[in-house]
C-alpha cells in the first residue's frame, strides 16, 4: 500500500504533537508501507528512509499580503484582530494561505499514486485537513487523524472555551467527519466523544494509539538527573490545567512519614511549566523536588527509560478522552506509571480499573499512599518494580497499526 502523508510538522522539537507525529510516521514504514511525506515544518527535515518533501509557502498570493498587513497592523497598534477577522472569514488569512500551500503541493504529489492519503495535525491548527476539503477529488483516498477534540467548546472541561468564530470552526470539523472516507483518533473515548458531537464519525472511524518511538541511539543523561534513586518524573509541559500543586503535596507527605527515604528520593519536573510556575517557584531549592525548563527529546526519552515511576498527571476532571502523547513512551520504559487523573479517562481504561497506581489528580492523601506502595515495592524488590504489560506495548506497535489499517480493506 502507497501512502501519502500530509504532516503539519516532523520536527519533534518544536511540540509533543508532532513528536507523536513522527512516531506513527516511522512505525508505517515499519510496518512495509510505502510512504512519501509532504511536510510543513518550515525548515528541510529528513526522516530514515522515507521521502519526506518540504511544503514552502506560498508567499506571491493575496492572502499571504494580507496575512503580512494583519501582522503588521497588530504589531503597530498592539490590537489583535485576528479573533475578529475570524467571526467573518472562519479562519485567519495566514491559516488560509498555509491550507492553500499545502493543497497545491498535495495536487502536484499525485505522480506518487497514492492508495492513501493521511492528514496529521497539532493543536487546534488542522491545515492538512482544510486543504483536502479543497480537493474533493481524492476524498475518496481521505484519512483524518483527529488528535484532540474540536472545536475548542467541546473540549471536556475544565479546557473548553467558546471562540469567536465557534460557528465557523464547527462547520469546518463537520465537513472533515463527513467528506473523509475514514477518521482515525489515537484513542477510543475520544472517537466516542466526538461522535457524540458529529454523528458521521460513526460508521467510518478507527483507533490507531500514540505510537512506540523505536530509537536505537546511545542514550545520555542530564547532569541534574541522579540515577538509581526512587525519581518520580513527570516529563512534559505542564499546562494551566494540569496542578502539580496536589501530586507535591502528596510527596511531602510521603516524605513527612519516611523521612528514612529522603536522601534517595527525588521529583522531576522536566518540561515547560510557565502556567504553574507560581507554585514550582516554590519549590526551587527544595532537595527532593527539581525543575527543569525544555530539555532534548532524546534525553526526555532517556528519562523515561531511567526513572523509577513515569507520572501521568491530567486535570482535575470528570472525563479525559485524550491518550498522552507520552503513554507509549512510558510503557516501553517498562516502569511504574503514577496515574492521576480522572475516572474515567482513557489512561485508566486501558491500564484497567485494577490497576494501583491510579488516583483523582487532586486525591493527596491516594497519592501519598501510591507514592509509598511504588517506594516500598522499589526498595525491597527493584526488580519487581517494573509495569509488565506486553498487552500495552503491542498495542502501540506497528504490528497492531498494519493490522487497524488493513482491515480498513483499502482497494
Same mark, same amino acid.
Given at each position: ?260 527515604? &529522603?536522601?534517595? %528520593? /527525588? $521529583? *522531576? ?10 507554585? +514550582? @517557584? ?86 501519598? &499512599?501510591?507514592? %509509598? /506502595? $511504588? *517506594? ?10 517494573? +509495569? @509488565? ?23
Amino acid at each position: 500500500m502507497r501512502i501519502l502523508v500530509i504532516s503539519e510538522s516532523i520536527n519533534v522539537e518544536d511540540s509533543s504533537a508532532s513528536k507523536g507525529r513522527v512516531a506513527l510516521i516511522n512505525n508505517l514504514l515499519l510496518a512495509g508501507y510505502n510512504l512519501k511525506v509532504l511536510h510543513y515544518s518550515h525548515k528541510e527535515i529528513q526522516l530514515q528512509g522515507i521521502d519526506c518533501e518540504l511544503i514552502r509557502e506560498n508567499k506571491f498570493s493575496a492572502y499571504f499580503f494580507l496575512s503580512r498587513m494583519i501582522r503588521l497592523f497588530q504589531r503597530t497598534f498592539k490590537m489583535n484582530i485576528n479573533a475578529t477577522l475570524e467571526t467573518w472569514f472562519g479562519f485567519s488569512f495566514t491559516h488560509t494561505n498555509d491550507t492553500r500551500s499545502i493543497a497545491k503541493a498535495i495536487k502536484q504529489a499525485q505522480n506518487f499514486a497514492p492508495d492513501l492519503i493521511l492528514t496529521l495535525s497539532k493543536g487546534g491548527s488542522f491545515r492538512p485537513h482544510r486543504a483536502m476539503l479543497r480537493l474533493p477529488e481524492l476524498q475518496s483516498k481521505w484519512m483524518a487523524y483527529i488528535h484532540d477534540p474540536y472545536p475548542f467548546h467541546f473540549y471536556p472541561r475544565p479546557f473548553n472555551f467558546v471562540e469567536l468564530s465557534y460557528k465557523h470552526k464547527e462547520a469546518f470539523m463537520r465537513q472533515i467527519t463527513e467528506k473523509a472516507q475514514y477518521l482515525s483518533f489515537p484513542s477510543l473515548l475520544l472517537k466516542e466523544w466526538m461522535e457524540s458531537y458529529f454523528p458521521a464519525v460513526a460508521d467510518k472511524s478507527c483507533v490507531i494509539p500514540h505510537q512506540i518511538k523505536v530509537d536505537n541511539e546511545p542514550q545520555t543523561t542530564p547532569a541534574f538527573f541522579t540515577e538509581n534513586q526512587f525519581s518520580l518524573l513527570h516529563a512534559g509541559n505542564l499546562l494551566q490545567q494540569r496542578n502539580p500543586d496536589y501530586l507535591i503535596k502528596g510527596l511531602l507527605q510521603f516524605l513527612n512519614k519516611h523521612p528514612e527515604a &529522603a536522601m534517595e %528520593t /527525588k $521529583l *522531576y519536573f522536566v518540561g515547560s511549566y510557565k502556567k504553574q510556575e507560581h507554585i +514550582l @517557584n516554590q519549590y526551587q531549592n527544595h532537595p527532593n523536588i527539581v525543575v527543569s525548563d525544555y530539555i532534548e527529546y532524546k534525553l526526555v526519552q532517556s528519562l523515561e527509560k531511567k526513572a523509577a515511576v513515569n507520572i501521568i498527571l491530567e486535570a482535575i476532571s470528570e472525563i479525559s478522552p485524550f491518550l498522552p502523547g507520552k503513554f507509549p513512551n512510558c510503557v516501553a520504559s517498562n516502569k511504574p506509571i503514577l496515574v492521576l487523573g480522572p475516572y474515567y479517562s482513557e489512561v485508566r481504561r486501558l491500564l484497567g480499573k485494577d490497576y494501583p497506581y491510579w488516583s483523582e489528580a487532586n486525591d493527596v492523601a491516594a497519592i501519598e &499512599a501510591n507514592i %509509598t /506502595k $511504588l *517506594y516500598q515495592q522499589w526498595k525491597q524488590q527493584p526488580e519487581q518494580s517494573q +509495569l @509488565n504489560r506486553p498487552d500495552l506495548t503491542h498495542y502501540c506497535d506497528e504490528k497492531s497499526l498494519k493490522k487497524v489499517i488493513d482491515d480498513l480493506s483499502i482497494a
